[in-house]
Structure formats: structure tokens, C-alpha cells
């Protein structure tokens, strides 16, 4: 019998429409010749407000590409076909998604999945956490200060004084992020006392959690993981653009961004890339998949650690897949790969 792989995708973050657009390559991946003795495909899409959907909306929507509008539902009742899935391959990015609470749902339903476990999500997503796990590894990073929404707002008297301890640690430019988020939601990069006031301000508005850096001047890096105990490195690749950073305009407007793959660097910048790489897909027990992202300082020849991405965009057009088609893996391999990679782990565990 043909193994039923339960496609999850859509979901409440901002990335909701990236992932109906991963989800289209990955549903052809599946059922593409290569694979489709093996597989059947059971799409679900979750909507914006959390509801999920039937087989057939779900199909109609990868069919369209198009969100639904339509709201309500049940949030606590699943769709009964969801017990017939044999293996998960879930692509919801940015919080609900890839930070661990969808894959404590999918555990709890003890059929195997893509991706990594509720910790490896969780520390991937949450950039203080990320970070801390990271200097644990030696990674070498930017240098970084971990404030809270409280810090912000709470207390008047502590927030001027926090505002004076970023700028004699870090400096301008320097960089306020919310914790846990993705697609550079909620980032600014700041470069005065007010800018900063502001972006804490902001960050504060939508996470408890914030993270402040300094900034680097530096070319943008990204390398592709595949595997569990032993993952594999892909090679690297090269983010390049025009504006002041890689914000949420120039990641999602057609155009505005270019990947080169393999990045002109000098082998010895790729190699160690791809072994910082694996060494931050196990720090944070990443599983599966991981986009590792990373700053490469030319004038110094430094290479710094940005971030990992442990659910990253799948698009066909994605830095992940395409990465992986470089190093010589197909699109359709990889998807079976990375379904295969769910089971084994599963039986690894019995
Ligand atoms: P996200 O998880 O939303 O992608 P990132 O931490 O990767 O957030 O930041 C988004 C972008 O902002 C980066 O790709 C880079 O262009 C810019 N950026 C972030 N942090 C720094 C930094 N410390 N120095 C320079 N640029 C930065
Ligand atoms: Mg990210
Ligand atoms: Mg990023």
C-alpha cells in the first residue's frame, strides 16, 4: 500500500502565503513520477484563524494557490481523514508553525514527521535561546543583548538605563528584533537614540521576548542541511540585494533580491560555512531540514553565525531546494529523502 503523507500547510503567522507556495512544490514533489508509487498525498490546509480543513478545500487551495477567506470551524476538531495520515510533512512557517507547537500536536498523535522535534523548533525559533545554544557550540556570532517586553514598558525608571547599556555595549548601527519571529517581521535597524526607544517599543508590541545586535557590514551566506544524527551540508549560497537590509519588502517582492549558487567565496569561507552549518543543526538538536544563515565579513575574512531556520521556505524558487539541486539532489528526491528521514527517526526511537 502506498504510504499517505499528510501535507499541513497555510497556518495563523504572517508566512501563511509562503507556505500555500511551498506547499504547492512540495504536494508536486510528492506525487511526481519518482515517487508516486510510493506516496499519496493528503493535503490540510489550516486557515488563518487556525481552523483546519478537509482533503478536498485543501486540495482546492494548492490547486489555486489562493488563501481562503472563509473563517470558523472547529480549532479543536481535526478533520477525521487527518487519522488515516502515515507520516506528517509539515510546511507552516514562523510561530504556531516551526516553533515546536505544531510539532507537540503531531507527537501527541504519535505518527511520524518532517522536520524537527518541539525542542530543536522551539530553541531554532526563539533567537535567545538560539543564541545561547550557539556560544555553548563556539559559534562565533555577533555580539548581542537579550532585553524583555518588561524592560520596555514596565518600569520608566529601567528603560532609559537599558537604553544607555545597548549603546555602550553595541553601538549604532545596531539591530531590535523580536525573539521569536520570522521573515524579519517586527526588525529595524536603528541608528539613533529615538530610532532605538521606537524599536524596542515595537519589538515589545509582538514578543516578550526581544533580541538586540550590533550590526555587521557583510556579504549573506546560506547553506543547506539534510539528515538526522548524521546530517549533510549542501553547498553554499549567496543572498545579494540593494536595500539597507534583507527586510520583509525585499524577501517577498519578485525581483528585489538575487541567490547565486554556489556563492564566489573562497573555498575555504564555503567549507568552513558548511561545517559551522552542521555544527549549529546538532547544537540546537535540529532534525530533517535546517537553513543555516550567515554573515561572511569580506574586509576581515570573518564568518559569523546569523540564525537557523529549521522549517525554511520551500518554494521551487526557495534558497533550500535549490541549494539541494545544486549539490545534486532533485526536488523530488529530496522531498522523499526528508520523508524518509521522519520514518527512520521514528523507528530509531522504538
Ligand atoms: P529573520 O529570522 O526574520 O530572517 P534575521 O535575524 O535573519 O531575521 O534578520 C533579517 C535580516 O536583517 C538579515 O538577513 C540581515 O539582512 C539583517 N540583519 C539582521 N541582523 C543583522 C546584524 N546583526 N547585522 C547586520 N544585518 C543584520
Ligand atoms: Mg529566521
Ligand atoms: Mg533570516
Redesign the pocket.
Known amino acids: 500500500a502506498k504510504l499517505r503523507v499528510g501535507l499541513l500547510f497555510g497556518g495563523c503567522s504572517g508566512e501563511h502565503e509562503v507556505s500555500i507556495s511551498s506547499a504547492r512544490a512540495i504536494a508536486r514533489g510528492i506525487t511526481a513520477p519518482a515517487n508516486g508509487s510510493k506516496y499519496e498525498l493528503l493535503p490540510f490546509y489550516v486557515q488563518k484563524d487556525g481552523c483546519w480543513q478537509n482533503i478536498e478545500v485543501s486540495q482546492g487551495v494548492l490547486d489555486s494557490g489562493q488563501p481562503l477567506n472563509s473563517e470558523g470551524g472547529n480549532r479543536w476538531c481535526l478533520p477525521s481523514s487527518a487519522a488515516d495520515v502515515d507520516v506528517w510533512f509539515p510546511i507552516i512557517h514562523g510561530p504556531n508553525g516551526e516553533d515546536g507547537s505544531l510539532q507537540g500536536l503531531l507527537k501527541l498523535m504519535q505518527v511520524p514527521f518532517v522536520g524537527s522535534e518541539v525542542l530543536g523548533s522551539a530553541v531554532g525559533m526563539d ?1 535567545i535561546a538560539m543564541k545561547m545554544a550557539f556560544a555553548q557550540a563556539g559559534l562565533p556570532q ?1 555580539k548581542y543583548m537579550a532585553v524583555s517586553r518588561a524592560d520596555v514598558w514596565s518600569n520608566p525608571c529601567i528603560f532609559p538605563k537599558l537604553c544607555d547599556r545597548i549603546e555602550e555595549t553595541l553601538g549604532y548601527p545596531c ?1 531590535v ?1 523580536p525573539a521569536n ?5 517586527g ?1 529595524a ?1 536603528v541608528k539613533s537614540r529615538s530610532e532605538l526607544e521606537a524599536a524596542l517599543d515595537n519589538a515589545a508590541s509582538y514578543d516578550r521576548r526581544i533580541i538586540v ?4 557590514v ?1 556579504r ?1 551566506l546560506e547553506c543547506a542541511i539534510l539528515g538526522n544524527e548524521q546530517p549533510q551540508a549542501s553547498v553554499v549560497g549567496e543572498i545579494a540585494f540593494n536595500s539597507d ?3 520583509y519588502e525585499t524577501k517577498y517582492t519578485q525581483g528585489r533580491a538575487d541567490l547565486f549558487i554556489p556563492a564566489q567565496v573562497p573555498t575555504e569561507i564555503s567549507s568552513k560555512i558548511q561545517e559551522m552549518a552542521l555544527q549549529a543543526f546538532l547544537a540546537v538538536d535540529a532534525a530533517g531540514l535546517s537553513r543555516v ?1 550567515f ?1 561572511y565579513v569580506e574586509a576581515t575574512g570573518e564568518v559569523l553565525i ?2 537557523i ?1 529549521t522549517l525554511p521556505g520551500f518554494t521551487a524558487t526557495s534558497m533550500y531546494p535549490q541549494l539541494w539541486q545544486a549539490s545534486g539532489v532533485e526536488f523530488p528526491d529530496l522531498v522523499d529523502r526528508l520523508i524518509q528521514l521522519a520514518i527512520s527517526r521514528e523507528t530509531a526511537a522504538k
Not at 181 to 185: K, T, Y
Not at 213 to 216: I, K, L, S
Open positions: 533567537k555577533v539591530f528584533k519571529l520570522g521573515s524579519s517581521v526588525i535597524k545586535e550590533a550590526g555587521v557583510a549573506e537590509f534583507y527586510d544563515d554573515f546569523n540564525e531556520n
